[in-house]
């Protein structure tokens, strides 16, 4: 559902645009809107190559948008990001990119990333920017050796739709303030580079030399919380209910939404509570020792409890990888087994790419 109206409609994407197909409540044949990504990338400054002085700037050329609900009114919203430009479009999921935007922020310097979270409890969604600090190659090799820092600024922008930006910066129409309500630091703690590469090439090891388990976390029971697991055991789908503790970290188990937005949902919870100036420092060497796909310590959480789901795995699907989806548009989650004749999980989870033949099964509840 693009636009939030009810209904379920089709959005595609590829690497030169994005077609948005609406039901009214038929799903229409031709496009509804289109945002063209090529023209996007043709506004971003010329690329110079790597600028050994500013190692970063790379990764500030970006093109990025989201669909979300800014204002508490349907339809939904859009915001495209190209570079440090934002552009927001108040109702923009049923229309897309207009010519004239509600809203334009801008941000200097080499912003890495951004995303939309309700940080001060409004129930509604604010704009956080994330940016790097130039770093130079001569602070990477001297890393080698030595441990250092890195720093981003992390500004967030206040949603104002109804008011309540702390410096009354707000005006009709608009979604967010037009200044940085919280302006915070993330540091990150490098530890000597030839050491960590070391230390992560033997943790690589131990993972690569272990079975890895499919069993990950899902959403079974009406509490709607994903502290149930879904798992492959003996030839069947399993799902065990309440068998994850609440204050479990995200980024220790396996999540059903996936690494990256795990990633996205430690931090933002990490930085939810700072004040205005204050900083949150993370270390490499902790943050790369998380465990993103814990199947042991899920499969351990099940041990003794009956499942309140079983079903038999298709031929093919022994070793495979589980997903958690709403297939049917119910509400309630079901499941996708993707493997192949002879490949273990971690197989399974690596890329379809090079093999002849897939086995999936999708589990749908009933």
């Not at 956080?128 to 090799?141: C, N, Q, Y």
């Not at 899920?298 to 789901?309: F, K, Q, S, T």
Request: charged share 30%; hydrophobic share 40%.
């Amino acid at each position: 559902d693009v636009d939030g109206d009810g209904d379920v409609d089709l959005l595609s994407e590829t690497s030169n645009e994005v077609l948005v197909h609406l039901a009214s409540p038929a799903l229409s044949a031709e496009p509804s809107w289109r945002l063209d990504l090529e023209a996007l990338r043709d506004e971003l400054p010329p690329d110079e190559g790597v600028d050994f002085g500013d190692l970063l700037a790379q990764g500030a050329r970006q093109t990025r948008w989201r669909i979300d609900d800014f204002d508490g009114e349907v339809p939904k919203d859009l915001i495209v990001q190209v570079a440090g430009k934002f552009r927001v479009y108040l109702g923009g999921a049923a229309t897309g990119p207009t010519e004239t935007p509600d809203q334009v922020l801008k941000a200097s310097g080499n912003v890495l990333w951004f995303f939309l979270r309700d940080s001060v409890g409004d129930d509604l969604v604010d704009l956080h920017i994330v940016r790097g600090e130039k770093l130079a190659l001569s602070s990477v090799i001297r890393w080698l050796v030595l441990p250092g820092s890195l720093d981003f600024d992390l500004f967030t922008y206040e949603n104002t739709s109804r008011g309540k930006a702390k410096n009354g910066d707000a005006r009709p129409g608009e979604a967010f303030a037009r200044r940085p309500t919280r302006r915070n630091t993330l540091s990150l703690e490098v530890p000597r580079i030839l050491a960590f590469a070391e230390e992560m090439k033997q943790l690589e090891e131990e993972r690569d030399a272990a079975d890895p388990l499919p069993a990950r976390r899902t959403v079974f029971g009406p509490d709607a919380l994903e502290n149930d697991v879904v798992d492959l055991v003996g030839g069947e789908l399993r799902v065990y209910a309440d068998v994850v503790p609440e204050d479990s970290n995200p980024l220790d188990l396996r999540s059903a939404e996936g690494a990256s937005a795990a990633v996205e949902r430690y931090l933002a919870d990490e930085i939810d509570t700072l004040e205005d100036g204050a900083t949150k420092t993370f270390n490499l060497r902790e943050l790369a020792r998380m465990n993103m796909a814990a199947g042991d310590t899920l499969r351990e959480m099940c041990a003794g409890v009956e499942p309140v789901v079983r079903a038999a795995l298709a031929p093919g699907c022994e070793k495979a990888a589980v997903y958690a989806r709403d297939l049917d548009g119910d509400g309630r989650e079901d499941w996708i087994v993707i493997g192949a004749p002879g490949l273990d999980a971690a197989e399974s989870t690596s890329g379809l790419e090079g093999n002849a033949v897939w086995v999936v099964q999708f589990v749908v509840r009933r």
